[in-house]
């Protein structure tokens, strides 16, 4: 299962850092990915990275500000955010994609489990 946790509210301008811990077994050789899901939309794509930490991607409205990191031996990847804008606010997500190893896919469709979500409000 994947655990996410961190979110919170804050301010315009201000900083978050989402982590995803991974527990009943490892997800240490998927890809990872963070998702976020305002209400009234679809899940979009924000980050993702690859097993080794060596690839990420980024959502355009995520590059700049957010850095997807990971950390293996603990079974967590993290998502950093800076500089939130309201237009952050939603549920982020994070997923593990089993069948990617080099790279991480942008798509939702392509990641097989999935953590419950943690809310992330950001006030003008």
């Known amino acids: 299962q994947l655990q996410a946790s961190g979110g919170g509210l804050v301010q315009a301008g201000g900083s978050l850092r989402l982590s995803c811990a991974a527990s009943?077994?490892?997800?240490?050789?998927?890809?990872k990915g963070w998702f976020r899901q305002a209400p009234g939309k679809e899940r979009e794509f924000v980050a993702g990275i690859s097993w080794s930490g060596g690839n990420t991607y980024y959502a355009d409205s995520a590059k700049g500000r957010f850095t997807i990191s990971r950390d293996n031996a603990k079974n967590t990847v993290y998502l950093q955010m800076n500089i939130l804008k309201p237009e952050d606010t939603a549920v982020y997500y994070c997923?593990?994609?089993?069948?990617?190893?080099?790279?991480?896919?942008?798509?939702?469709?392509?990641?097989?489990?999935w953590g419950q979500g943690t809310q992330v409000t950001v006030s003008s």
């Open positions: 997923a593990a994609d089993r069948n990617n190893v080099v790279t991480a896919s942008t798509y939702t469709i392509d990641y097989d489990y």
């Open positions: 009943g077994r490892t997800f240490s050789g998927y890809a």
